[in-house]
Protein backbone atom coordinates (compact mmCIF):
# COMPACT_ATOMS: atom_id res chain seq x y z
CA UNK A 1 0.00 0.00 0.00
CA UNK A 2 1.57 3.24 -0.74
CA UNK A 3 1.88 6.28 1.72
CA UNK A 4 -0.96 8.04 -0.43
CA UNK A 5 -3.98 5.74 -0.07
CA UNK A 6 -2.59 4.85 3.67
CA UNK A 7 -2.88 8.24 4.66
CA UNK A 8 -6.74 8.69 3.72
CA UNK A 9 -7.44 5.10 5.76
CA UNK A 10 -5.74 6.23 8.88
CA UNK A 11 -7.82 9.65 8.83
CA UNK A 12 -10.77 7.66 7.83
CA UNK A 13 -10.29 5.45 10.97
CA UNK A 14 -9.64 8.40 13.14
CA UNK A 15 -12.83 10.16 12.28
CA UNK A 16 -15.11 6.99 12.52
CA UNK A 17 -13.53 6.43 16.14
CA UNK A 18 -13.92 10.34 17.00
CA UNK A 19 -18.12 9.74 15.78
CA UNK A 20 -18.51 6.92 17.78
CA UNK A 21 -16.88 8.51 21.15
CA UNK A 22 -18.66 11.60 20.18
CA UNK A 23 -21.99 9.07 19.87
CA UNK A 24 -21.96 7.76 22.95
CA UNK A 25 -20.93 10.90 25.13
CA UNK A 26 -24.52 11.87 23.31
CA UNK A 27 -25.62 9.43 24.59
CA UNK A 28 -24.84 9.49 28.05
CA UNK A 29 -25.41 13.53 28.62
CA UNK A 30 -29.12 12.97 29.50
CA UNK A 31 -27.88 10.42 31.84
CA UNK A 32 -27.73 10.97 35.39
CA UNK A 33 -27.18 8.81 39.02
CA UNK A 34 -27.37 9.24 42.57
CA UNK A 35 -24.16 8.16 44.53
CA UNK A 36 -25.65 7.02 47.60
CA UNK A 37 -22.87 6.17 50.96
CA UNK A 38 -25.25 6.20 53.50
CA UNK A 39 -24.10 3.65 56.43
CA UNK A 40 -26.48 2.32 59.71
CA UNK A 41 -25.10 1.80 62.93
CA UNK A 42 -21.89 -1.10 62.82
CA UNK A 43 -18.80 -1.54 60.33
CA UNK A 44 -17.91 1.36 57.95
CA UNK A 45 -15.42 1.25 55.89
CA UNK A 46 -12.84 3.43 55.15
CA UNK A 47 -12.98 2.95 51.14
CA UNK A 48 -16.18 5.16 50.85
CA UNK A 49 -14.07 8.14 49.89
CA UNK A 50 -12.13 6.31 47.25
CA UNK A 51 -15.19 4.91 46.05
CA UNK A 52 -17.03 8.18 45.77
CA UNK A 53 -13.78 10.04 44.05
CA UNK A 54 -13.28 7.37 41.21
CA UNK A 55 -17.52 7.45 40.42
CA UNK A 56 -17.09 10.83 40.46
CA UNK A 57 -14.50 10.90 37.76
CA UNK A 58 -15.81 7.62 36.22
CA UNK A 59 -19.23 9.94 35.45
CA UNK A 60 -17.40 13.07 34.44
CA UNK A 61 -15.27 11.28 31.95
CA UNK A 62 -18.55 9.52 30.38
CA UNK A 63 -20.53 12.71 30.77
CA UNK A 64 -23.17 11.18 33.38
CA UNK A 65 -24.47 13.83 35.49
CA UNK A 66 -23.89 12.76 39.29
CA UNK A 67 -24.95 13.96 42.51
CA UNK A 68 -23.59 12.74 45.64
CA UNK A 69 -25.65 12.27 48.99
CA UNK A 70 -25.51 9.77 52.35
CA UNK A 71 -28.90 11.26 53.56
CA UNK A 72 -32.04 9.30 52.92
CA UNK A 73 -34.28 12.29 53.18
CA UNK A 74 -33.21 12.33 48.95
CA UNK A 75 -35.28 9.17 48.77
CA UNK A 76 -38.78 10.93 47.70
CA UNK A 77 -40.65 10.31 44.41
CA UNK A 78 -40.06 13.70 42.76
CA UNK A 79 -36.40 13.56 43.72
CA UNK A 80 -36.13 9.77 42.23
CA UNK A 81 -37.42 10.96 38.72
CA UNK A 82 -34.57 12.54 37.63
CA UNK A 83 -32.27 9.27 38.09
CA UNK A 84 -31.26 6.49 35.43
CA UNK A 85 -29.52 4.29 38.72
CA UNK A 86 -28.87 4.87 42.43
CA UNK A 87 -25.80 3.93 43.19
CA UNK A 88 -24.91 2.29 46.56
CA UNK A 89 -21.49 2.41 47.37
CA UNK A 90 -20.59 0.47 50.47
CA UNK A 91 -23.44 1.46 52.16
CA UNK A 92 -24.18 -1.20 55.04
CA UNK A 93 -26.63 -1.58 57.40
CA UNK A 94 -29.49 0.71 57.27
CA UNK A 95 -29.47 2.53 54.26
CA UNK A 96 -33.16 4.12 55.14
CA UNK A 97 -34.10 6.03 58.33
CA UNK A 98 -37.49 5.07 57.74
CA UNK A 99 -40.59 3.03 56.00
CA UNK A 100 -41.33 5.93 53.94
CA UNK A 101 -38.36 6.04 52.57
CA UNK A 102 -38.02 2.18 51.66
CA UNK A 103 -41.51 2.42 50.52
CA UNK A 104 -40.69 5.68 48.00
CA UNK A 105 -37.05 3.37 46.93
CA UNK A 106 -39.27 0.11 46.14
CA UNK A 107 -41.53 2.04 43.60
CA UNK A 108 -38.30 3.35 42.23
CA UNK A 109 -37.16 -0.10 41.27
CA UNK A 110 -41.17 -0.79 40.15
CA UNK A 111 -40.65 2.27 38.26
CA UNK A 112 -37.81 1.13 35.89
CA UNK A 113 -34.98 2.44 38.01
CA UNK A 114 -31.04 0.92 37.70
CA UNK A 115 -29.94 0.14 40.90
CA UNK A 116 -25.93 -0.64 41.29
CA UNK A 117 -24.64 -2.38 44.43
CA UNK A 118 -20.49 -1.82 45.12
CA UNK A 119 -18.99 -4.18 47.75
CA UNK A 120 -20.90 -3.75 51.30
CA UNK A 121 -24.11 -2.65 49.58
CA UNK A 122 -25.14 -6.31 50.01
CA UNK A 123 -24.84 -5.35 54.08
CA UNK A 124 -27.48 -2.90 53.74
CA UNK A 125 -30.74 -3.62 55.06
CA UNK A 126 -30.29 -6.79 56.74
CA UNK A 127 -34.13 -7.23 57.59
CA UNK A 128 -35.86 -6.57 54.28
CA UNK A 129 -36.14 -9.73 52.14
CA UNK A 130 -37.23 -7.63 48.99
CA UNK A 131 -34.20 -5.75 49.24
CA UNK A 132 -32.12 -8.94 49.34
CA UNK A 133 -34.36 -10.30 46.10
CA UNK A 134 -33.66 -7.00 44.65
CA UNK A 135 -29.94 -7.02 44.95
CA UNK A 136 -29.57 -10.76 44.48
CA UNK A 137 -29.11 -11.93 48.30
CA UNK A 138 -27.48 -10.48 51.71
CA UNK A 139 -24.33 -10.16 53.43
CA UNK A 140 -23.56 -13.76 55.65
CA UNK A 141 -19.69 -13.73 55.95
CA UNK A 142 -16.48 -13.03 54.20
CA UNK A 143 -13.18 -14.84 54.18
CA UNK A 144 -10.00 -13.48 55.45
CA UNK A 145 -8.76 -10.99 52.76
CA UNK A 146 -6.16 -12.92 50.57
CA UNK A 147 -4.95 -13.16 46.97
CA UNK A 148 -7.45 -15.48 45.28
CA UNK A 149 -8.54 -16.24 41.71
CA UNK A 150 -11.46 -14.64 40.18
CA UNK A 151 -13.33 -16.54 37.38
CA UNK A 152 -14.82 -14.97 34.34
CA UNK A 153 -17.97 -16.20 34.02
CA UNK A 154 -19.80 -14.46 31.74
CA UNK A 155 -16.65 -12.47 29.48
CA UNK A 156 -19.83 -11.16 27.23
CA UNK A 157 -21.06 -8.38 29.74
CA UNK A 158 -19.61 -4.68 29.43
CA UNK A 159 -18.68 -5.20 32.91
CA UNK A 160 -16.38 -8.25 32.18
CA UNK A 161 -15.32 -7.87 28.46
CA UNK A 162 -12.38 -5.60 29.44
CA UNK A 163 -10.83 -9.09 30.58
CA UNK A 164 -8.48 -11.30 28.42
CA UNK A 165 -8.35 -14.41 30.66
CA UNK A 166 -9.13 -14.77 34.60
CA UNK A 167 -8.63 -12.27 37.19
CA UNK A 168 -5.18 -12.73 38.21
CA UNK A 169 -3.65 -11.07 41.25
CA UNK A 170 -6.65 -9.54 42.88
CA UNK A 171 -6.66 -9.46 46.86
CA UNK A 172 -9.54 -8.92 48.27
CA UNK A 173 -12.57 -9.84 50.76
CA UNK A 174 -14.10 -12.94 49.18
CA UNK A 175 -17.83 -12.51 50.18
CA UNK A 176 -20.35 -14.97 51.09
CA UNK A 177 -24.16 -14.39 50.73
CA UNK A 178 -27.49 -16.06 51.84
CA UNK A 179 -30.91 -15.72 50.45
CA UNK A 180 -29.16 -15.52 46.68
CA UNK A 181 -32.00 -14.76 44.16
CA UNK A 182 -31.97 -17.87 41.61
CA UNK A 183 -32.36 -15.63 38.54
CA UNK A 184 -29.39 -13.75 39.03
CA UNK A 185 -26.81 -13.70 36.16
CA UNK A 186 -23.36 -14.31 37.24
CA UNK A 187 -20.87 -12.30 35.89
CA UNK A 188 -17.72 -12.92 38.18
CA UNK A 189 -17.14 -15.90 40.59
CA UNK A 190 -14.62 -16.74 43.09
CA UNK A 191 -12.27 -19.62 42.53
CA UNK A 192 -12.85 -21.78 46.09
CA UNK A 193 -9.99 -23.78 45.58
CA UNK A 194 -7.60 -20.57 45.58
CA UNK A 195 -9.38 -19.21 48.99
CA UNK A 196 -7.80 -20.45 52.70
CA UNK A 197 -10.84 -19.90 54.60
CA UNK A 198 -11.56 -22.22 57.84
CA UNK A 199 -14.87 -22.06 57.82
CA UNK A 200 -15.45 -22.81 54.04
CA UNK A 201 -16.82 -26.01 54.81
CA UNK A 202 -19.39 -24.91 56.77
CA UNK A 203 -20.73 -22.13 54.32
CA UNK A 204 -20.75 -21.85 51.24
CA UNK A 205 -19.68 -25.68 51.53
CA UNK A 206 -19.69 -27.28 48.20
CA UNK A 207 -23.15 -25.75 47.49
CA UNK A 208 -21.83 -24.07 44.16
CA UNK A 209 -18.97 -26.60 43.65
CA UNK A 210 -15.85 -24.59 43.18
CA UNK A 211 -17.15 -21.59 42.30
CA UNK A 212 -19.12 -18.84 44.66
CA UNK A 213 -20.82 -15.96 42.59
CA UNK A 214 -19.16 -12.18 43.06
CA UNK A 215 -20.30 -10.27 40.61
CA UNK A 216 -23.60 -10.52 38.89
CA UNK A 217 -26.49 -8.70 37.67
CA UNK A 218 -30.52 -9.49 36.51
CA UNK A 219 -33.66 -7.97 36.00
CA UNK A 220 -35.94 -7.67 39.41
CA UNK A 221 -39.63 -6.49 40.18
CA UNK A 222 -39.29 -3.88 37.10
CA UNK A 223 -35.72 -2.76 37.79
CA UNK A 224 -32.45 -3.44 36.19
CA UNK A 225 -29.94 -4.27 38.99
CA UNK A 226 -26.05 -4.83 38.75
CA UNK A 227 -23.79 -5.69 41.74
CA UNK A 228 -19.88 -6.47 43.08
CA UNK A 229 -18.67 -8.11 46.05
CA UNK A 230 -15.29 -6.82 45.20
CA UNK A 231 -13.78 -3.42 46.50
CA UNK A 232 -12.91 -3.92 49.69
CA UNK A 233 -9.51 -1.90 50.03
CA UNK A 234 -9.35 2.04 49.18
CA UNK A 235 -6.37 1.63 46.43
CA UNK A 236 -9.11 -1.06 44.10
CA UNK A 237 -10.85 2.09 43.43
CA UNK A 238 -7.59 3.15 41.82
CA UNK A 239 -7.24 -0.16 39.20
CA UNK A 240 -7.82 -0.11 36.28
CA UNK A 241 -9.45 -3.03 36.00
CA UNK A 242 -12.19 -2.83 38.59
CA UNK A 243 -12.63 0.66 37.14
CA UNK A 244 -13.67 -0.80 33.94
CA UNK A 245 -15.68 -3.32 36.20
CA UNK A 246 -17.29 -0.68 37.60
CA UNK A 247 -18.05 1.51 34.49
CA UNK A 248 -19.45 -1.61 32.80
CA UNK A 249 -22.10 -2.37 34.99
CA UNK A 250 -23.35 1.58 35.71
CA UNK A 251 -23.27 1.55 31.53
CA UNK A 252 -25.52 -1.69 31.55
CA UNK A 253 -27.47 -0.67 34.29
CA UNK A 254 -28.35 3.13 32.66
CA UNK A 255 -29.31 1.54 29.23
CA UNK A 256 -32.62 2.15 29.75
CA UNK A 257 -35.66 4.82 29.80
CA UNK A 258 -35.96 7.02 32.82
CA UNK A 259 -38.34 5.57 35.82
CA UNK A 260 -41.62 5.94 35.20
CA UNK A 261 -43.60 5.65 39.03
CA UNK A 262 -46.75 5.31 37.01
CA UNK A 263 -45.76 1.94 36.66
CA UNK A 264 -45.26 1.23 40.86
CA UNK A 265 -47.42 -0.89 42.32
CA UNK A 266 -46.56 -1.02 45.96
CA UNK A 267 -48.37 1.41 48.20
CA UNK A 268 -47.30 0.00 51.95
CA UNK A 269 -43.77 -1.43 53.16
CA UNK A 270 -44.29 -4.41 55.11
CA UNK A 271 -40.61 -5.93 56.01
CA UNK A 272 -41.18 -9.36 55.80
CA UNK A 273 -41.87 -9.66 51.79
Given at each position: ?????????????CVSFLLSVSFLSCQM??????????????????????????LSQLCEDNSIEYDL?????????????????????????????????????????????????????????????????????????????????????????????????????????????????????????????????????????????????????????????????????????????????????????????????????????????
Amino acid sequence: MSNKRFIPVIVILCVSFLLSVSFLSCQMKDKKVLIYTKNGEGFIHDNIQASVDMLSQLCEDNSIEYDLSDDPSVFTEDNLQQYDALIFSNTNNEAFDNNEQRLVFKRYIQAGGGFVGIHSACGSERQWPWFWKMLGGTFVRHCPGQEFLIKITDPTHPSTEHFTGDWEGWSDEGYYLHHLNPDIHVLLSHDMTTIEDNGKDEYPGTIFGDLYPGAWCHEFDGGKEWYTSYGHNIDHYSDANFQKHILGGILWTIDKPKPDFKKAKANKINLID
